[in-house]
């Protein structure tokens, strides 16, 4: 399985990226899909996790401005992040969970400017 992520590039405090990430195959063989992000000289933290059956879970930094969503018929799923605020540059890395095996996507920068 290999995963794409898509989406980042560079926008003004207060505005909006939709990451993507799209996966070689099924998603539906995923037990858990998100994205991590990892700003320079800090450690990869998670972001927003989605569940096979939907349930969602956010970063406190998070909460409120960002969504975590899938598209099972694109293979494909998303961060809608709005409100963005200079802390949330990093380089964001999409991820899913099998029961045996965790893919990582190449990574997409967001740069948030003040």
Not at 77 to 88: A, H, R, S, V
Not at 89 to 114: D, H, I, K, P
């Amino acid at each position: 399985v290999q995963l794409q992520a898509s989406g980042g590039g560079l926008v003004q405090a207060g505005g909006s990226l939709r990451l993507s990430c799209a996966a070689s195959g099924s998603i539906s063989s995923f037990n858990v899909m998100g994205w991590y992000r990892q700003a320079p000289g800090k450690e990869r933290e998670s972001v927003a996790l989605i569940t096979r059956g939907g349930s969602t879970s956010y970063a406190d930094s998070v909460k409120g401005r960002f969504t975590i969503s899938r598209d099972g018929a694109k293979n494909t799923f998303y961060l809608q992040m709005n409100g963005l605020k200079p802390e949330d540059t990093a380089v964001y890395y999409c991820n899913a969970r099998e029961m045996l095996f965790s893919y990582w996507g190449q990574g997409t920068q967001v740069t948030v400017s003040s």
